[in-house]
Nanobody
Framework: QVQLVESGGGLVQAGGSLRLSCAFS????????LGWFRQTPGKERESVAA????????YYTDSVKGRFTISRDNAKNTLYLQMNSLKPEDTAVYYC???????????????????WGQGTQVTVSS
């Protein structure tokens, strides 16, 4: 069974940066495509970014392109999300997710993923 534990969330001013981490355990990390989703109260879960098993396939939702960077360290079994130029509308609970596949397809569909973390709160003040 896969376990995912997010960390790195917090409160930051608009224009600031945060780096989220997701520690993966329980299965072979390299067999999993990974993603980040986010959700705010009263809204549907939104896809943010996804990455294939070796980092050669990367996807972003339009609203974060050029500001966020997803990456993975297969030696450390860890997924990252570097978030720069943060905006108040980025405020949400961010979830790490994993899919037993080498490429996340369709990457934006939450129902296609097998495992989820508990989430980490990101709050961006204006």
């Amino acid at each position: 069974q896969v376990q995912l534990v997010e960390s790195g969330g917090g409160l930051v001013q608009a224009g600031g940066s945060l780096r989220l981490s997701c520690a993966f355990s329980g299965r072979s990390f390299v067999n999993y495509a990974l993603g980040w989703f986010r959700q705010t109260p009263g809204k549907e879960r939104e896809s943010v970014a996804a990455i294939g098993w070796n980092g050669d396939r990367i996807y972003y939702t339009d609203s974060v392109k050029g500001r966020f960077t997803i990456s993975r360290d297969n030696a450390k079994n860890t997924l990252y999300l570097q978030m720069n130029s943060l905006k108040p509308e980025d405020t949400a609970v961010y979830y790490c997710t994993a899919r037993f596949a080498r490429i996340p397809t369709p990457w934006y569909d939450g129902s296609a993923y097998d495992s989820w973390g508990q989430g980490t709160q990101v709050t961006v003040s204006s």
